[in-house]
Protein backbone atom coordinates (compact mmCIF):
# COMPACT_ATOMS: atom_id res chain seq x y z
CA UNK A 1 0.00 0.00 0.00
CA UNK A 2 1.22 3.09 -1.20
CA UNK A 3 1.75 6.11 1.27
CA UNK A 4 -1.11 8.34 -0.01
CA UNK A 5 -3.33 5.56 0.64
CA UNK A 6 -2.49 4.54 4.24
CA UNK A 7 -2.76 7.97 4.70
CA UNK A 8 -6.15 7.74 3.30
CA UNK A 9 -7.24 4.53 5.30
CA UNK A 10 -6.10 6.59 8.90
CA UNK A 11 -8.00 9.46 7.85
CA UNK A 12 -11.16 7.56 6.87
CA UNK A 13 -10.86 5.22 10.21
CA UNK A 14 -10.57 8.39 12.42
CA UNK A 15 -13.56 9.83 10.05
CA UNK A 16 -16.01 7.13 10.50
CA UNK A 17 -17.98 6.24 13.49
CA UNK A 18 -16.77 3.74 15.95
CA UNK A 19 -19.90 1.52 15.13
CA UNK A 20 -20.01 2.03 11.18
CA UNK A 21 -19.41 -1.66 10.20
CA UNK A 22 -21.55 -3.28 13.12
CA UNK A 23 -24.40 -0.86 11.82
CA UNK A 24 -23.33 -0.60 8.16
CA UNK A 25 -27.14 -1.38 7.13
CA UNK A 26 -28.32 2.06 8.74
CA UNK A 27 -25.40 4.19 7.85
CA UNK A 28 -25.42 2.97 4.43
CA UNK A 29 -28.47 5.18 3.17
CA UNK A 30 -28.12 7.96 6.15
CA UNK A 31 -27.54 10.89 4.39
CA UNK A 32 -26.25 13.35 6.89
CA UNK A 33 -23.42 11.32 7.24
CA UNK A 34 -22.87 10.88 3.43
CA UNK A 35 -22.96 14.59 3.02
CA UNK A 36 -20.43 15.29 6.52
CA UNK A 37 -18.24 12.64 4.69
CA UNK A 38 -17.94 14.38 0.58
CA UNK A 39 -17.45 18.00 2.45
CA UNK A 40 -14.56 16.20 4.59
CA UNK A 41 -13.34 14.48 2.07
CA UNK A 42 -12.99 17.62 0.12
CA UNK A 43 -11.33 19.54 2.70
CA UNK A 44 -8.87 16.55 2.99
CA UNK A 45 -8.27 16.45 -0.63
CA UNK A 46 -9.17 12.81 -1.22
CA UNK A 47 -12.63 13.96 -3.62
CA UNK A 48 -10.62 14.57 -6.50
CA UNK A 49 -7.04 12.91 -5.78
CA UNK A 50 -4.80 14.16 -8.91
CA UNK A 51 -6.28 17.50 -8.77
CA UNK A 52 -4.86 20.76 -6.99
CA UNK A 53 -5.71 21.29 -3.44
CA UNK A 54 -8.28 23.98 -4.22
CA UNK A 55 -10.03 21.99 -6.01
CA UNK A 56 -10.67 18.76 -3.36
CA UNK A 57 -7.02 17.18 -4.08
CA UNK A 58 -4.08 16.73 -3.33
CA UNK A 59 -1.91 16.75 -6.86
CA UNK A 60 -1.43 12.95 -6.68
CA UNK A 61 -0.65 10.40 -9.43
CA UNK A 62 -3.53 8.65 -11.65
CA UNK A 63 -2.32 5.48 -10.26
CA UNK A 64 -2.52 6.58 -6.43
CA UNK A 65 -5.84 8.31 -7.05
CA UNK A 66 -7.18 4.84 -8.17
CA UNK A 67 -5.75 2.82 -5.81
CA UNK A 68 -7.55 5.53 -3.33
CA UNK A 69 -10.84 4.96 -5.21
CA UNK A 70 -10.63 1.05 -4.88
CA UNK A 71 -9.41 1.54 -0.92
CA UNK A 72 -12.70 3.72 -0.29
CA UNK A 73 -14.60 1.39 -2.11
CA UNK A 74 -12.98 -1.86 -0.07
CA UNK A 75 -13.75 -0.38 3.32
CA UNK A 76 -17.31 0.94 2.16
CA UNK A 77 -16.78 3.95 3.05
CA UNK A 78 -19.68 6.34 2.33
CA UNK A 79 -20.96 6.98 -0.76
CA UNK A 80 -21.16 10.25 -2.14
CA UNK A 81 -24.35 11.32 -1.81
CA UNK A 82 -24.68 12.67 -5.76
CA UNK A 83 -21.86 10.93 -7.54
CA UNK A 84 -22.74 12.60 -10.81
CA UNK A 85 -21.23 15.71 -9.40
CA UNK A 86 -17.85 15.37 -8.10
CA UNK A 87 -17.38 12.17 -10.69
CA UNK A 88 -18.74 13.37 -14.15
CA UNK A 89 -19.66 16.93 -14.07
CA UNK A 90 -16.53 18.26 -12.16
CA UNK A 91 -13.87 16.77 -14.54
CA UNK A 92 -16.28 18.69 -18.00
CA UNK A 93 -16.36 21.75 -15.99
CA UNK A 94 -12.53 21.73 -15.28
CA UNK A 95 -11.85 20.77 -18.43
CA UNK A 96 -13.87 22.95 -20.51
CA UNK A 97 -15.42 25.20 -18.43
CA UNK A 98 -14.67 28.93 -18.48
CA UNK A 99 -12.29 30.64 -15.38
CA UNK A 100 -15.43 32.18 -14.18
CA UNK A 101 -17.28 28.62 -14.48
CA UNK A 102 -14.87 27.51 -12.29
CA UNK A 103 -14.83 29.92 -9.95
CA UNK A 104 -17.98 29.91 -9.14
CA UNK A 105 -19.56 26.59 -9.97
CA UNK A 106 -16.49 23.97 -8.91
CA UNK A 107 -16.14 24.03 -5.24
CA UNK A 108 -19.83 24.01 -4.17
CA UNK A 109 -19.93 21.07 -6.21
CA UNK A 110 -17.07 19.23 -5.18
CA UNK A 111 -18.03 20.07 -1.18
CA UNK A 112 -21.39 18.64 -1.91
CA UNK A 113 -23.61 21.93 -1.46
CA UNK A 114 -24.69 21.93 -4.93
CA UNK A 115 -25.79 19.12 -6.93
CA UNK A 116 -25.76 18.26 -10.18
CA UNK A 117 -27.65 16.75 -12.78
CA UNK A 118 -26.91 14.93 -16.14
CA UNK A 119 -28.85 16.32 -19.37
CA UNK A 120 -28.34 13.98 -21.64
CA UNK A 121 -30.69 11.05 -22.92
CA UNK A 122 -34.34 12.15 -24.01
CA UNK A 123 -37.66 9.71 -24.79
CA UNK A 124 -36.30 9.17 -28.47
CA UNK A 125 -32.27 9.41 -27.84
CA UNK A 126 -31.25 6.97 -25.63
CA UNK A 127 -27.71 4.96 -26.76
CA UNK A 128 -28.32 7.25 -30.13
CA UNK A 129 -27.47 10.44 -28.08
CA UNK A 130 -26.89 11.83 -31.00
CA UNK A 131 -30.31 12.00 -32.50
CA UNK A 132 -31.98 14.38 -29.44
CA UNK A 133 -34.00 16.60 -30.31
CA UNK A 134 -33.85 19.37 -27.56
CA UNK A 135 -33.49 22.75 -29.12
CA UNK A 136 -31.46 25.91 -28.09
CA UNK A 137 -32.21 28.64 -29.84
CA UNK A 138 -30.95 32.26 -30.07
CA UNK A 139 -33.92 34.66 -31.36
CA UNK A 140 -30.92 36.54 -33.30
CA UNK A 141 -26.88 36.11 -33.63
CA UNK A 142 -26.31 38.66 -31.31
CA UNK A 143 -29.36 37.60 -28.61
CA UNK A 144 -27.13 36.90 -24.85
CA UNK A 145 -30.05 33.73 -24.34
CA UNK A 146 -30.84 31.08 -25.64
CA UNK A 147 -34.40 29.89 -25.56
CA UNK A 148 -34.65 26.17 -24.76
CA UNK A 149 -37.53 23.34 -25.09
CA UNK A 150 -37.28 20.25 -25.38
CA UNK A 151 -37.21 17.07 -23.03
CA UNK A 152 -35.15 14.63 -20.88
CA UNK A 153 -35.19 11.39 -18.94
CA UNK A 154 -33.96 9.35 -16.25
CA UNK A 155 -31.91 12.72 -15.23
CA UNK A 156 -30.89 11.21 -11.78
CA UNK A 157 -31.44 13.40 -8.87
CA UNK A 158 -32.34 16.28 -11.13
CA UNK A 159 -35.10 17.10 -8.15
CA UNK A 160 -32.61 17.71 -5.76
CA UNK A 161 -30.15 19.21 -8.21
CA UNK A 162 -29.20 23.13 -8.63
CA UNK A 163 -27.47 22.46 -11.96
CA UNK A 164 -27.65 20.29 -14.93
CA UNK A 165 -25.43 20.08 -17.99
CA UNK A 166 -27.70 20.15 -20.92
CA UNK A 167 -26.96 18.92 -24.07
CA UNK A 168 -29.39 20.58 -26.77
CA UNK A 169 -28.91 21.01 -30.35
CA UNK A 170 -28.04 24.52 -31.50
CA UNK A 171 -27.56 23.75 -35.24
CA UNK A 172 -30.86 22.08 -36.76
CA UNK A 173 -28.42 22.09 -39.98
CA UNK A 174 -25.38 20.28 -38.94
CA UNK A 175 -24.52 16.72 -39.03
CA UNK A 176 -26.60 15.27 -36.04
CA UNK A 177 -23.20 15.03 -33.44
CA UNK A 178 -21.84 18.58 -34.89
CA UNK A 179 -24.79 20.13 -34.13
CA UNK A 180 -25.18 19.69 -30.04
CA UNK A 181 -24.07 21.97 -27.33
CA UNK A 182 -23.81 21.56 -23.17
CA UNK A 183 -25.19 24.11 -21.72
CA UNK A 184 -24.99 24.92 -17.83
CA UNK A 185 -28.82 24.81 -16.72
CA UNK A 186 -30.06 26.52 -13.82
CA UNK A 187 -32.81 24.41 -12.53
CA UNK A 188 -34.11 26.69 -10.52
CA UNK A 189 -34.77 28.57 -13.87
CA UNK A 190 -39.04 29.57 -15.24
CA UNK A 191 -39.79 27.32 -17.72
CA UNK A 192 -38.12 24.26 -16.37
CA UNK A 193 -40.66 21.45 -14.67
CA UNK A 194 -38.91 18.10 -13.17
CA UNK A 195 -41.36 15.25 -12.18
CA UNK A 196 -39.53 12.47 -10.51
CA UNK A 197 -40.10 8.47 -11.77
CA UNK A 198 -41.57 6.13 -9.15
CA UNK A 199 -39.00 4.02 -8.93
CA UNK A 200 -39.46 -0.20 -8.39
CA UNK A 201 -35.89 -0.21 -6.31
CA UNK A 202 -35.38 1.12 -2.95
CA UNK A 203 -32.18 3.43 -4.65
CA UNK A 204 -32.53 7.03 -3.24
CA UNK A 205 -30.86 7.88 -6.87
CA UNK A 206 -34.26 8.69 -8.18
CA UNK A 207 -34.67 9.36 -11.77
CA UNK A 208 -36.50 12.55 -13.05
CA UNK A 209 -38.34 13.95 -16.32
CA UNK A 210 -37.38 17.23 -16.82
CA UNK A 211 -39.37 18.88 -19.35
CA UNK A 212 -38.06 22.75 -21.12
CA UNK A 213 -40.44 25.03 -21.95
CA UNK A 214 -39.07 28.14 -23.49
CA UNK A 215 -35.93 28.31 -20.82
CA UNK A 216 -33.80 31.34 -21.01
CA UNK A 217 -30.18 29.84 -20.80
CA UNK A 218 -27.39 32.92 -20.70
CA UNK A 219 -24.46 32.40 -23.47
CA UNK A 220 -22.12 33.02 -21.22
CA UNK A 221 -23.20 29.21 -20.06
CA UNK A 222 -22.07 27.35 -22.64
CA UNK A 223 -20.15 24.35 -21.13
CA UNK A 224 -17.21 24.25 -24.24
CA UNK A 225 -17.89 25.61 -27.93
CA UNK A 226 -20.78 25.96 -29.68
CA UNK A 227 -21.42 22.86 -31.28
CA UNK A 228 -18.54 21.12 -29.63
CA UNK A 229 -21.36 19.32 -27.42
CA UNK A 230 -20.74 15.89 -28.55
CA UNK A 231 -16.60 16.05 -27.85
CA UNK A 232 -17.99 17.39 -23.88
CA UNK A 233 -19.84 14.72 -23.98
CA UNK A 234 -17.44 12.37 -24.95
CA UNK A 235 -15.30 13.25 -21.96
CA UNK A 236 -17.67 13.32 -19.79
CA UNK A 237 -18.72 9.31 -20.27
CA UNK A 238 -14.87 8.65 -20.41
CA UNK A 239 -14.67 9.80 -16.83
CA UNK A 240 -17.78 8.07 -15.77
CA UNK A 241 -16.27 5.11 -17.44
CA UNK A 242 -13.37 5.42 -15.29
CA UNK A 243 -15.44 5.10 -12.25
CA UNK A 244 -18.07 2.42 -13.16
CA UNK A 245 -15.47 -0.48 -13.34
CA UNK A 246 -14.03 0.42 -10.11
CA UNK A 247 -17.59 0.49 -8.44
CA UNK A 248 -18.41 -3.35 -10.65
CA UNK A 249 -15.07 -4.43 -9.77
CA UNK A 250 -15.63 -4.24 -5.92
CA UNK A 251 -19.20 -4.89 -5.86
CA UNK A 252 -18.34 -8.04 -8.13
CA UNK A 253 -15.63 -8.89 -4.97
CA UNK A 254 -18.36 -8.10 -1.99
CA UNK A 255 -20.42 -10.44 -3.88
CA UNK A 256 -18.38 -13.26 -4.62
CA UNK A 257 -16.51 -12.96 -1.02
CA UNK A 258 -20.81 -14.06 0.51
CA UNK A 259 -20.29 -17.16 -1.81
CA UNK A 260 -17.38 -18.42 -1.31
CA UNK A 261 -18.57 -20.03 1.95
CA UNK A 262 -21.25 -21.47 -0.01
CA UNK A 263 -21.35 -25.34 0.13
CA UNK A 264 -23.64 -26.15 -2.89
CA UNK A 265 -21.45 -27.59 -5.43
CA UNK A 266 -23.83 -26.67 -8.12
CA UNK A 267 -22.50 -23.51 -8.11
CA UNK A 268 -18.92 -24.26 -8.03
CA UNK A 269 -18.17 -23.91 -11.76
CA UNK A 270 -20.39 -20.83 -12.35
CA UNK A 271 -18.16 -19.59 -9.32
CA UNK A 272 -14.97 -20.18 -10.49
CA UNK A 273 -15.54 -19.04 -13.50
CA UNK A 274 -16.97 -15.56 -12.52
CA UNK A 275 -13.45 -15.43 -9.96
CA UNK A 276 -11.84 -15.66 -13.35
CA UNK A 277 -14.00 -12.70 -14.83
CA UNK A 278 -13.23 -10.43 -11.46
CA UNK A 279 -9.52 -10.60 -11.82
CA UNK A 280 -9.83 -10.27 -16.03
CA UNK A 281 -11.37 -6.99 -14.69
CA UNK A 282 -9.06 -6.14 -12.10
CA UNK A 283 -5.97 -6.20 -15.14
CA UNK A 284 -7.96 -4.72 -17.89
CA UNK A 285 -8.56 -2.19 -15.43
CA UNK A 286 -4.49 -1.54 -14.92
CA UNK A 287 -3.92 -1.99 -18.23
CA UNK A 288 -6.51 0.77 -18.86
CA UNK A 289 -4.39 2.87 -16.48
CA UNK A 290 -0.76 2.03 -17.65
CA UNK A 291 -1.80 3.03 -21.37
CA UNK A 292 -3.78 6.30 -19.87
CA UNK A 293 -0.14 7.16 -17.33
CA UNK A 294 2.19 6.59 -20.90
CA UNK A 295 -0.48 8.78 -22.71
CA UNK A 296 -1.61 6.20 -25.09
CA UNK A 297 -5.21 5.92 -26.14
CA UNK A 298 -6.81 3.57 -24.13
CA UNK A 299 -8.95 0.88 -26.09
CA UNK A 300 -10.23 -1.06 -22.85
CA UNK A 301 -12.89 1.43 -21.46
CA UNK A 302 -15.45 -0.28 -23.82
CA UNK A 303 -14.15 -3.60 -22.44
CA UNK A 304 -14.30 -2.54 -18.79
CA UNK A 305 -17.72 -1.29 -18.89
CA UNK A 306 -19.18 -4.16 -20.30
CA UNK A 307 -17.23 -7.01 -18.72
CA UNK A 308 -18.08 -4.78 -15.17
CA UNK A 309 -21.46 -4.59 -15.59
CA UNK A 310 -22.44 -8.43 -17.03
CA UNK A 311 -20.15 -9.74 -14.24
CA UNK A 312 -21.56 -7.82 -11.28
CA UNK A 313 -25.22 -9.15 -12.60
CA UNK A 314 -24.19 -12.75 -12.87
CA UNK A 315 -22.50 -12.35 -9.18
CA UNK A 316 -25.68 -11.35 -8.04
CA UNK A 317 -27.90 -14.00 -9.78
CA UNK A 318 -25.80 -16.83 -8.41
CA UNK A 319 -26.40 -15.13 -4.94
CA UNK A 320 -30.08 -15.66 -5.45
CA UNK A 321 -29.70 -19.28 -6.94
CA UNK A 322 -27.36 -20.10 -4.30
CA UNK A 323 -29.65 -19.11 -1.73
CA UNK A 324 -32.92 -20.87 -3.10
CA UNK A 325 -36.69 -19.78 -2.42
CA UNK A 326 -35.38 -17.71 1.25
CA UNK A 327 -33.57 -15.18 -1.97
CA UNK A 328 -37.40 -14.10 -2.47
CA UNK A 329 -37.25 -12.59 1.70
CA UNK A 330 -33.99 -11.25 1.78
CA UNK A 331 -34.47 -7.27 0.74
CA UNK A 332 -30.86 -6.70 0.82
CA UNK A 333 -29.93 -9.58 -1.29
CA UNK A 334 -33.45 -8.02 -3.71
CA UNK A 335 -31.60 -4.63 -3.52
CA UNK A 336 -28.69 -5.52 -5.03
CA UNK A 337 -29.95 -7.66 -8.44
CA UNK A 338 -31.85 -4.81 -8.92
CA UNK A 339 -29.24 -2.46 -8.45
CA UNK A 340 -26.84 -5.15 -10.73
CA UNK A 341 -30.26 -4.57 -13.04
CA UNK A 342 -29.11 -0.83 -13.96
CA UNK A 343 -25.65 -1.57 -14.56
CA UNK A 344 -25.65 -2.77 -18.16
CA UNK A 345 -27.72 0.18 -19.20
CA UNK A 346 -26.32 3.49 -17.56
CA UNK A 347 -22.79 4.61 -19.08
CA UNK A 348 -23.52 2.77 -22.45
CA UNK A 349 -25.90 -0.49 -22.88
CA UNK A 350 -24.28 -3.85 -22.93
CA UNK A 351 -25.49 -3.89 -26.82
CA UNK A 352 -23.99 -0.81 -27.72
CA UNK A 353 -20.69 -1.67 -25.93
CA UNK A 354 -20.91 -4.91 -27.84
CA UNK A 355 -21.24 -3.04 -31.20
CA UNK A 356 -18.32 -0.38 -30.71
CA UNK A 357 -16.21 -3.67 -29.18
CA UNK A 358 -16.93 -5.29 -32.66
CA UNK A 359 -16.70 -2.40 -35.10
CA UNK A 360 -13.43 -0.30 -34.03
CA UNK A 361 -11.83 -2.85 -31.94
CA UNK A 362 -12.25 -6.03 -33.75
CA UNK A 363 -12.26 -4.20 -37.22
CA UNK A 364 -15.62 -6.23 -38.08
CA UNK A 365 -18.04 -5.40 -40.65
CA UNK A 366 -20.80 -3.29 -39.69
CA UNK A 367 -24.18 -5.55 -38.90
C1 LIG B 1 -29.30 3.88 -13.19
C2 LIG B 1 -29.37 4.76 -14.40
C3 LIG B 1 -29.07 6.10 -14.28
C4 LIG B 1 -29.15 6.93 -15.40
N1 LIG B 1 -28.88 8.26 -15.23
C5 LIG B 1 -28.97 9.09 -16.29
C6 LIG B 1 -28.73 10.49 -16.12
O1 LIG B 1 -28.45 10.96 -15.02
N2 LIG B 1 -28.82 11.28 -17.21
C7 LIG B 1 -29.13 10.80 -18.45
O2 LIG B 1 -29.14 11.57 -19.39
N3 LIG B 1 -29.40 9.48 -18.63
C8 LIG B 1 -29.33 8.61 -17.58
N4 LIG B 1 -29.62 7.28 -17.74
C9 LIG B 1 -30.13 6.82 -19.04
C10 LIG B 1 -29.17 5.96 -19.83
O3 LIG B 1 -28.06 6.69 -20.28
C11 LIG B 1 -30.00 5.37 -20.97
O4 LIG B 1 -30.96 4.51 -20.38
C12 LIG B 1 -29.15 4.59 -21.94
O5 LIG B 1 -28.35 5.48 -22.68
C13 LIG B 1 -30.02 3.76 -22.90
O6 LIG B 1 -30.97 4.55 -23.54
P1 LIG B 1 -32.52 4.15 -23.54
O7 LIG B 1 -32.93 3.81 -22.16
O8 LIG B 1 -33.25 5.21 -24.28
O9 LIG B 1 -32.59 2.78 -24.38
P2 LIG B 1 -32.55 2.65 -25.96
O10 LIG B 1 -31.38 3.39 -26.51
O11 LIG B 1 -33.89 2.93 -26.51
O12 LIG B 1 -32.24 1.09 -26.09
C14 LIG B 1 -33.26 0.10 -25.90
C15 LIG B 1 -32.61 -1.26 -26.17
O13 LIG B 1 -32.13 -1.32 -27.53
C16 LIG B 1 -30.74 -1.61 -27.55
N5 LIG B 1 -30.09 -0.86 -28.62
C17 LIG B 1 -30.18 0.47 -28.85
N6 LIG B 1 -29.42 0.81 -29.91
C18 LIG B 1 -28.84 -0.33 -30.36
C19 LIG B 1 -27.93 -0.63 -31.43
N7 LIG B 1 -27.47 0.32 -32.24
N8 LIG B 1 -27.56 -1.93 -31.58
C20 LIG B 1 -28.01 -2.91 -30.75
N9 LIG B 1 -28.86 -2.68 -29.73
C21 LIG B 1 -29.28 -1.42 -29.53
C22 LIG B 1 -30.21 -1.17 -26.21
O14 LIG B 1 -29.03 -1.88 -25.85
C23 LIG B 1 -31.38 -1.51 -25.27
O15 LIG B 1 -31.35 -2.88 -24.92
C24 LIG B 1 -29.55 6.41 -16.65
C25 LIG B 1 -29.86 5.05 -16.78
C26 LIG B 1 -29.79 4.23 -15.67
C27 LIG B 1 -30.15 2.78 -15.82
Not at 13 to 20: M, Q, R, S
Request: charged share 25%; glycine share 8%.
Amino acid sequence: MTAPVSEFREWLTTFLPGDYYERYRQYRWDIRLRREYQRAAFEAGWIQPTWPREHGGRSLSLRDAMEIRIQAALCSAPKLPNIAGPNVAAPGIRQFGTPEQIDRLLVPLLRGDEWWALGMSEPEAGSDFAGLRTRADRDDPNSKVFRVNGQKIWTTQAHESRWCTLYARTDPDAPKHRGISCLILDLHSPGVRIEPIRMASASDETFCEVFLDDVEVPVDNLLGPCNGGWNVALASLHHERQMIWVMNWVEIKRGLAALQSTRDPDIYAELGSLLADAEALRATGYRALSNELAGRTSPEADILKLLGSVTLQRVWELGAAAAGPASAGDADLLFERQDALAATIYGGTSEVQRNIIAERLLGLPKG
